[in-house]
């Protein structure tokens, strides 16, 4: 069973594009994140949110709860936003589920 | 520096043979999880605590235990562990559980069971 979504599982995309990255959840939630994990390993937390949208920088995140769905926006995508970007969401009993991931890779 | 930290970072073992995995954030954080990542299924939870001895299962804790005896320490035991444990683990922490509490993770322990 995956209780988590996401998609492209890959996604290459030139320097300067605008990136869009989903992710669908079947679950009840408390919480939904959006995380980055580097090539060297490391992750990072990006957004958490329960409605609407937030935005760091060049990257936007939404949620529409009725729909279950959420998605990772970058402009004006860059060489170094390269990484794998991972949703995850929080259950009311305060356990995590995660989507398998999207590789991206920003060619300059 | 407000850090988790995983030790080791690369263990290589046999089957059978107990092993612990260290996990100590020194941020005051309530919460702690441990989680493991493998190919193709992604990071998967397998025990989470809320804090000072409470500890819960979670998606995958079978072959695993932990202990949560002080805030900042929650070591990942391996009783006996196997190939299918073979994996790279994370521990990662945030102040509690919460929509608003940011997840910070360590660096990540590659575990390989022969």
């Known amino acids: 069973k995956n209780e988590v979504e996401q998609s492209p599982q890959n996604l290459t995309a030139q320097e300067g594009e605008f990136i869009t990255i989903n992710c669908s959840y079947s679950v009840g939630i408390s919480a939904l994140h959006w995380l980055q994990q580097h090539p060297g390993g490391g992750i990072v937390s990006l957004f958490m949110l329960s409605s609407g949208k937030k935005k760091h920088g060049r990257l936007i995140a939404t949620i529409n709860i009725q729909e279950k769905h959420s998605s990772l926006h970058i402009t004006a995508s860059h060489p170094r936003d390269s990484a794998v970007y991972i949703c995850a969401v929080l259950n009311p009993g305060n356990q995590f589920y995660f989507g398998t991931g999207t590789s991206l890779t920003v060619i300059p | 520096e407000a850090q988790v930290t995983q030790n080791p970072r690369y263990l290589i073992t046999v089957t059978g043979k107990k092993l612990t995995v260290t996990c100590s954030q020194n941020m005051n954080h309530e919460y702690m999880s441990w989680y493991r990542q493998d190919p193709g299924l992604g990071l998967r939870q397998i025990y989470y605590?809320?804090?000072?001895?409470?500890?819960d299962k979670g998606d995958v804790p079978e072959g695993y235990k932990v202990s949560r005896k002080e805030k900042r320490n929650f070591p990942l035991i391996l009783e006996s562990p196997s190939p299918n444990q073979t994996s790279l683990y994370f521990c990662a922490s945030s102040l509690r559980q919460g929509l608003y509490n940011e997840q910070f993770f360590g660096p990540g322990t590659r575990l390989t069971v022969l």
């Open positions: 605590s809320m804090n000072v001895e409470v500890t």
